[in-house]
Nanobody, 128 residues
């Protein structure tokens, strides 16, 4: 049974930083593609970043490139998202998700339909 728990959200001023954590249980994170997604108020959920811990490959959407860094700690079964230079438009609920089939296929989806397992989100609010 895959369980994912995101944490680390909060209120931060524009230009500030936050580190989100996604704690996984019931799985070996090496066997999954794990991604971060976010949903702003009134908008659809969108991809932010994805990591394949087995080979270390990381992927980012354009909005995250250069500002966010995804990483993993296999021993802790935790995936992190370090966010810097935060902007008000980064505000939203951040979710982590995992998919095993994608990892097997060598894919790291940044689309919500590519992920089968979702955790509850953590709210990030960036004030201007």
């Amino acid at each position: 049974d895959v369980q994912l728990q995101a944490s680390g959200g909060g209120l931060v001023q524009a230009g500030g930083s936050l580190r989100l954590s996604c704690a996984a249980s019931g799985i070996n994170i090496d066997d999954y593609a794990i991604g971060w997604f976010r949903q702003a108020p009134g908008k659809e959920r969108e991809g932010v970043s994805c990591i394949m811990s087995k080979n270390g490959r990381t992927y980012y959407t354009d909005s995250a490139k250069g500002r966010f860094t995804i990483s993993s700690d296999n021993a802790k079964k935790t995936v992190y998202l370090q966010m810097t230079s935060l902007k008000p438009e980064d505000t939203g609920v951040y979710y982590c998700a995992a998919d095993q089939v994608s990892q097997i296929l060598g894919l790291c989806p940044l689309e919500t339909y590519g992920m089968d397992n979702w955790g509850a989100g953590t709210l990030v609010t960036v004030s201007s």
